[in-house]
């Protein structure tokens, strides 16, 4: 699978993906979704900054903050932090979200931004997952973007 | 070969409370299952709609069917055949006389929908463990991330038969043109009046129309549920399907949903609960009717009818 074209820790998501054999892939996903990080205490406190993300089955909320906040960097090279929740008893939807965390966390806006709106089917978890559930990933992605595109305009 | 045919049948479970439903061998209870577990014969099989959950834990000894990856054909929009059944129970050590107990997440939703299916293909002894998942777990028992080491057994390769409990679109039109048609509607009331063409909070499946089939009459499904996930006493379930709706249990019935998942759920309690003889599950449903080409539909909160739509 081709990941010339992506940022380095979501391309090595993708290699530990094709590493694996379709069971094993179910595995992984689920230490994405064990490994998915607490969500900051300003959001536990807030829920209502979290953005809902209909395309997934499961309740599941992401919200994006750019460092940097005294606008002395150019936007699109500003830090995007990315924070997404969801329940303990939706581990698939909770497993895209530890994905997404930890291959777009950190990486500047520009690049965030870059990320192919295909990526999410470069897995391999097509069959072990199903179609239509990879759905929710990507929508999860698709709002993840917009946000970063929104707060870079601003 | 299987040496053990006829002798080692699991006798249902007594308890009391199942007693008034139509067929009170098809639900057994946490407390039931939890001394059965381990039983030769038996085989407890969890179906979530969660692809994941299982591995995070599940029931000593239970295996995996998923809805999706398992039980639907891959590339055409229909069940799996009989190879692929036989091949799917023989790995998951289930043979013809084995007595299958269905578990799942989302109060059963799912464990009813892999029940439909396992009886499209006529397996004799599948039950439902009443409350699902959520009860077990309130209950505190005890689950394992162990995945039982399974021999191949042999599953004798059964033609599915679709006429008895599943219904195609054109099956539905001309059920519509027969006199006053018994149809369900499970979806949510949104969904109904076609106000939305998808479940609240989920994702959208692509339905170009909304509304509902004429006729039907809208009762969501999760009224079934009682508070603690399983479903409700039958007196309960009659004050809502026959007295609130009028559905008569000797007239032949078609339930729908979305995909023919919720309606699964409707479909255990028509049949199996209320013992309504002659009930079809529509699995095209919604995202077939509501994409299809001059099928009638009627909007708003009244079921109507064919003519006057």
């Given at each position: 699978?081709?990941?010339?074209?992506?940022?380095?820790?979501?391309?090595?998501?993708?290699?530990?993906?094709?590493?694996?054999?379709?069971?094993?892939?179910?595995?992984?996903?689920?230490?994405?979704?064990?490994?998915?990080?607490?969500?900051?205490?300003?959001?536990?406190?807030?829920?209502?900054?979290?953005?809902?993300?209909?395309?997934?089955?499961?309740?599941?909320?992401?919200?994006?903050?750019?460092?940097?906040?005294?606008?002395?960097?150019?936007?699109?090279?500003?830090?995007?932090?990315?924070?997404?929740?969801?329940?303990?008893?939706?581990?698939?939807?909770?497993?895209?979200?530890?994905?997404?965390?930890?291959?777009?966390?950190?990486?500047?806006?520009?690049?965030?931004?870059?990320?192919?709106?295909?990526?999410?089917?470069?897995?391999?978890?097509?069959?072990?997952?199903s179609?239509?559930?990879?759905?929710?990933?990507?929508?999860?992605?698709?709002?993840?973007?917009?946000?970063?595109?929104?707060?870079?305009?601003? | 070969?299987?040496?053990?045919?006829?002798?080692?049948?699991?006798?249902?479970?007594?308890?009391?409370?199942?007693?008034?439903?139509?067929?009170?061998?098809?639900?057994?209870?946490?407390?039931?299952?939890?001394?059965?577990?381990?039983?030769?014969?038996?085989?407890?099989?969890?179906s979530d709609e969660?692809v994941?959950?299982?591995?995070?834990?599940?029931?000593?000894?239970?295996?995996?069917i998923d809805w999706h990856t398992d039980l639907n054909?891959?590339?055409?929009?229909?069940?799996?055949?009989?190879?692929?059944?036989?091949?799917?129970?023989?790995?998951?050590?289930?043979?013809?006389?084995?007595?299958?107990?269905?578990?799942g997440?989302?109060?059963?939703w799912w464990a009813?929908y892999a029940?439909?299916v396992?009886?499209?293909?006529?397996?004799?002894?599948?039950?439902?463990?009443?409350?699902?998942?959520?009860?077990?777990?309130?209950?505190?028992?005890?689950?394992?991330?162990?995945?039982?080491?399974?021999?191949?057994?042999?599953?004798?390769?059964?033609?599915?038969?679709?006429?008895?409990?599943?219904?195609?679109?054109?099956?539905?039109?001309?059920?519509?043109?027969?006199?006053?048609?018994?149809?369900?509607?499970?979806?949510?009331?949104?969904?109904?009046?076609?106000?939305?063409?998808?479940?609240?909070?989920?994702?959208?499946?692509?339905?170009?129309?909304?509304?509902?089939?004429?006729?039907?009459?809208?009762?969501?499904?999760?009224?079934?549920?009682?508070?603690?996930?399983?479903?409700?006493?039958?007196?309960?379930?009659?004050?809502?399907?026959?007295?609130?709706?009028?559905?008569?249990?000797?007239?032949?019935?078609?339930?729908?949903?979305?995909i023919?998942e919720?309606?699964s759920?409707?479909?255990?309690?028509?049949?199996?609960?209320?013992?309504?003889?002659?009930?079809?599950?529509?699995?095209?449903?919604?995202?077939?009717?509501?994409?299809?080409?001059?099928?009638?539909?009627?909007?708003?909160?009244?079921?109507?009818?064919?003519?006057?739509?």
């Open positions: 699978m081709s990941t010339t074209d992506l940022p380095p820790k979501l391309a090595a998501v993708v290699d530990d993906f094709d590493a694996v054999g379709e069971r094993e892939r179910l595995q992984l996903l689920l230490e994405f979704s064990e490994g998915l990080p607490e969500l900051p205490e300003r959001y536990t406190q807030h829920p209502e900054l979290l953005e809902p993300v209909p395309e997934c089955q499961s309740p599941v909320f992401v919200v994006t903050e750019l460092e940097d906040a005294d606008h002395a960097t150019p936007p699109l090279a500003r830090i995007v932090r990315v924070f997404a929740s969801a329940p303990r008893e939706a581990p698939t939807t909770r497993g895209f979200a530890g994905i997404l965390c930890e291959g777009l966390d950190g990486l500047p806006a520009g690049e965030l931004l870059a990320v192919p709106d295909d990526f999410c089917d470069r897995l391999g978890l097509g069959r072990a997952v179609p239509l559930r990879m759905r929710g990933m990507s929508g999860m992605l698709g709002r993840i973007k917009r946000q970063v595109r929104e707060r870079t305009a601003a | 070969m299987t040496a053990q045919t006829t002798s080692s049948r699991i006798a249902p479970d007594p308890s009391p409370r199942f007693a008034e439903y139509a067929h009170p061998e098809r639900l057994v209870s946490t407390e039931w299952l939890a001394e059965h577990l381990g039983q030769p014969g038996l085989v407890v099989v969890e969660d994941l959950l299982y591995e995070t834990g599940h029931i000593p000894g239970a295996v995996k054909d891959p590339v055409t929009r229909d069940y799996i055949d009989g190879e692929a059944f036989a091949k799917l129970l023989g790995e998951r050590g289930i043979t013809r006389d084995t007595t299958i107990v269905l578990y997440d989302k109060n059963n009813a029940l439909w396992f009886t499209l293909f006529g397996h004799e002894d599948v039950r439902l463990l009443d409350g699902g998942r959520a009860k077990w777990e309130a209950e505190g028992r005890a689950y394992t991330t162990d995945v039982p080491e399974l021999a191949l057994v042999d599953y004798p390769v059964v033609e599915r038969d679709d006429s008895r409990i599943r219904a195609y679109k054109d099956d539905v039109l001309a059920f519509l043109r027969t006199e006053s048609p018994q149809l369900v509607d499970v979806r949510s009331p949104e969904e109904y009046t076609g106000a939305r063409t998808h479940m609240p909070a989920y994702p959208e499946e692509g339905a170009l129309r909304g509304g509902h089939i004429p006729g039907a009459q809208s009762v969501p499904w999760a009224r079934a549920v009682a508070e603690d996930g399983g479903f409700k006493p039958r007196t309960e379930l009659e004050a809502i399907y026959a007295q609130e709706k009028g559905l008569d249990a000797g007239r032949a019935t078609v339930a729908y949903c979305r023919g919720r309606s759920h409707t479909w255990f309690v028509l049949h199996h609960l209320l013992g309504f003889d002659d009930v079809k599950n529509y699995d095209g449903s919604w995202t077939e009717w509501g994409n299809a080409v001059r099928v009638p539909i009627v909007t708003g909160e009244q079921p109507g009818s064919v003519s006057s739509r």
